[in-house]
Nanobody
Framework: QPQFVESGGGLVQPGGSLRLSCTAS????????IGWFRQAPGKEHEGVSC????????YYVDSVKGRFTISRDNAKNTVSLQMNSLKPDDTAVYYC???????????????WGQGIQVTVSS
């Protein structure tokens, strides 16, 4: 089973930026999408973004388009999420996960990490 080491969360003011990183180990799948989903208190989890292992195509949920950018370093097995213009609605626990790009919005993830807190507040 893959292991994930997530970092970069914290507290930031509205309009600020954070960069989340996730280093995955033990990956044996050849074709997958790796990225992030989030869960805010009292809400269902939401697929935020992912990037495929093959052609680096990406998925973003509408609410983060133009503000978040996902990237990956294949040599380091690391995926990063640059989050700009953060809003209070972005407050959630963010989980690094692996799944299928076409089902990312459906919340069908195969593996995921322990999560990291992102809080956007003044």
């Amino acid at each position: 089973q893959p292991q994930f080491v997530e970092s970069g969360g914290g507290l930031v003011q509205p309009g600020g930026s954070l960069r989340l990183s996730c280093t995955a180990s033990g990956l044996t799948l050849e074709y997958y999408c790796i990225g992030w989903f989030r869960q805010a208190p009292g809400k269902e989890h939401e697929g935020v973004s992912c990037i495929t292992s093959t052609d680096a195509s990406t998925y973003y949920v509408d609410s983060v388009k133009g503000r978040f950018t996902i990237s990956r370093d294949n040599a380091k097995n690391t995926v990063s999420l640059q989050m700009n213009s953060l809003k209070p609605d972005d407050t959630a626990v963010y989980y690094c996960a692996i799944g299928v790009k076409d089902r990312w919005a459906d919340g069908l993830y195969v593996y995921w990490g322990q999560g990291i807190q992102v809080t956007v507040s003044s």
